[in-house]
């Protein structure tokens, strides 16, 4: 059973930065890609970042020179570092990681609420 599992999220002012982490049940390298999502209240998920196996990361507009994905395959942990939030980044974030091979099944992880006060 494949298991993600989120940690680092809070409550942080504006400006501030958290980091959060997946850790991934078994090997990291079982996945491509693997990514961050998040949903705020009213609002469709949506995709924040993802990393391939070869490392091309990709990441939405509003996020572009703030937040940086990363991944280290000895931990099988994937991050995201975020930098100088706004309180529109507000959101619960979701670990998202898709098989490599066969039935390329996707999963994801329980989320981590992160909170930008102004």
């Known amino acids: 059973q494949v298991q993600l599992v989120e940690s680092g999220g809070g409550l942080v002012q504006t400006g501030g930065s958290l980091r959060l982490s997946c850790a991934v049940s078994?090997?990291?390298?079982?996945?491509?890609?693997m990514g961050w999502y998040r949903q705020a209240p009213g609002k469709q998920r949506e995709l924040v970042a993802t990393?391939?196996?070869?490392?091309?990361?990709n990441y939405v507009d509003s996020v572009k020179g703030r937040f940086t994905i990363s991944r280290d395959n000895a931990k099988n942990t994937v991050y995201l570092q975020m930098n100088s939030l706004k309180p529109e980044d507000t959101a619960v974030y979701y670990c998202?990681?898709?098989?490599?091979?066969?039935?390329?099944?996707?999963?994801w992880g329980q989320g981590t609420q992160v909170t930008v006060s102004s």
């Open positions: 078994g090997s990291i390298f079982s996945f491509d890609p």
């Open positions: 998202n990681a898709r098989l490599r091979f066969g039935a390329r099944t996707q999963y």
């Open positions: 990393m391939s196996s070869g490392g091309t990361t």
